[in-house]
C-alpha cells in the first residue's frame, strides 16, 4: 500500500488541503466576489494553426494543455495586474478536464473593495449583442456563449441523457 502526501497533486489529500486553503480565504475575506469558468476552444486560431492536415485538436493533448495554460495566464494576469474588476486580495482556481477532452477552469477572486450586487451588474451582462452595431461579437457570443441545439429534432449531443433529454 503506497499513502501519497497532500503534495502530490489530485490525490485525496491534496484536494483536502486545497478545500481547507480556500476554507481559510472565506473566514479571512468572506465569500469570493466573482465566480468565473474559463473554458478551452478547440476553434482558437492558436491552436488550430498548429495541427496537421486531418488533425484534429483532441488528437493533441499536449498542445491544448500547453495553449490554455498560456491563455489562463494571460486571462489571470488581466484579472489581478490589469485590475479588470479592480484590486484582487486572493484569488485561487482548479483546472478540470471536460468528457471531450478539454480543460476548463472554475476560479474564484477576491476583490480588495467589495462591491454590491448592483455594480457587478454594470460590470457583467448577458445580452446578445446587436448584429446591426457589432456584427463580430454577435458572431463570437452566438457561436461560442450559447448552448444547443439539442432536443429530439437533433441526433445525440453531448448534453443528452440516456432518457434523450437535455441536462444542461
Not at 494571460?74 to 471536460?98: A, E, S, Y
Not at 449583442?129 to 437533433?154: F, K, Q, W
Request: with cysteine; charged share 20%.
Amino acid at each position: 500500500m503506497c499513502i501519497l502526501p497532500a503534495t502530490f497533486p489530485g490525490n485525496p489529500r491534496y484536494m483536502h488541503a486545497r478545500t481547507q486553503d480556500a476554507m481559510t480565504y472565506v473566514r479571512k475575506y468572506g465569500r469570493p466576489d466573482l465566480f468565473i469558468t474559463f473554458t478551452c476552444n478547440p476553434k482558437w486560431y492558436t491552436i488550430a494553426k498548429e495541427l496537421m492536415p486531418g488533425q484534429s485538436a483532441y488528437d493533441r493533448p499536449d498542445l491544448i494543455a500547453r495553449i490554455y495554460h498560456l491563455k489562463l495566464g494571460k486571462l489571470m494576469d488581466v484579472i489581478t495586474k490589469d485590475q479588470v474588476f479592480g484590486p484582487v486580495c486572493c484569488r485561487m482556481h482548479t483546472i478540470n478536464w471536460q468528457k471531450r477532452g478539454l480543460p476548463h477552469a472554475h476560479i474564484l477572486i477576491w476583490l480588495c473593495d467589495k462591491t454590491e450586487a448592483t455594480e457587478i451588474d454594470h460590470l457583467i451582462s448577458a445580452e446578445i449583442p446587436d448584429p446591426s452595431a457589432d456584427p463580430e461579437l454577435y458572431e463570437i457570443v452566438t457561436t461560442n456563449m450559447i448552448h444547443g441545439p439539442c432536443g429530439s429534432r437533433y441526433n445525440y449531443t453531448s448534453c443528452h441523457n440516456s432518457d434523450g433529454k437535455c441536462t444542461r
